[in-house]
């Protein structure tokens, strides 16, 4: 922006002088005091301070009018601007647009008492996009994935075709260095490569983009919120691959440990598990006497135990020739 010409500072004085000059400039009523134009998002909000009181005790009044596009001024009745006690005059109360965001809009406010009234106070000229404070993007969503952060929002504000929005994301573990993504364009934003099982804290932040104008304004960070994150594909294989093999190899090392002690003591364990040759009762019996037993069983049950009996006889045999082998040494 170029600076102002020379002459306008004299001019100003000039004017000042002639107001000075003036025969009632004692009956002049004040003017409003510190005018501020609060702009955050869409909220365009006018503010003052009242005017210094007086010995007239009639109430002071205050009028706003703006100019822009045409550059003569307006009145503000619609939006109770006009004839107002309240110290404020808000252009974008009760759902209304307020003046475009891409015009340059011009303001000027003064009391009223009476039939009395102050001097305009002038705001300096001020275009929406290029003087709004940009809020932290809204509806902040995050949700915790594998080794990553799926972050959802809304922009700050609506804007129109001149301007867009771009959001970065500034993230750090809770004891590491801060890093930021970005910009992206999209409402969603995915924050890979995150370790499993680590809490991370972000901020997320929307810039505004007018494009005709190549200007970037940065916004205010969203409060910090700190998550989670679950495990990753990679660590999931690990688990479902290691865990099983983990304890095949685990069952693997405890049969080769049980294998070498068996070596290592086998005659000893031979020893332990080597039952004494034992031949049940009933054998022994028919061994003493095979014709009398068989007579025997057969007087005490006749037919049900013809199964028992073939088997009697066929096991007779092989336990005999072992008991045989059993002994030959
Ligand atoms: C203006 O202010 C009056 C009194 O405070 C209120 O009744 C009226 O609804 C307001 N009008 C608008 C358009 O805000
Ligand atoms: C708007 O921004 C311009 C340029 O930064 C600045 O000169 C002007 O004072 C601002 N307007 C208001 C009302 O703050
Ligand atoms: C951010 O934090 C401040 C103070 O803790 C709180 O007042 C405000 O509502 C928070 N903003 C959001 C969007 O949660």
Redesign the pocket.
Known sequence: ?RPPPLWLPSLLLCGLGAVASSPDSFSQLAAPLKPK?H?YNDEQILTWEPSPSSDDSRPVLYQVEYSYIDGSWHMLDRLNCTDIIETKCDFTGGGRLGFPHSCTVF?RVRAKQGNRNSDWVR?????HY??VTVGPPKNISVTPGRGSLVIHFSPPFDVVREATFQYLVHYWEKTGTQQVEGPFKSNSIVLGNLKPFRVYCLQTEAQLILKNKNIRRRGLLSNVSCHETTADASTRLQQVILIPVGIFILLLALTGACFILFLKYQSRVKYWFQAPPNIPEQIKEYLKDPDQFILETLDKDNSPKDDSWDSVSIISSPEKEQDDVLQTP
């Open positions: 922006m134009l702009l303001l705001l300096d000229p001020f275009q290029e003087n």
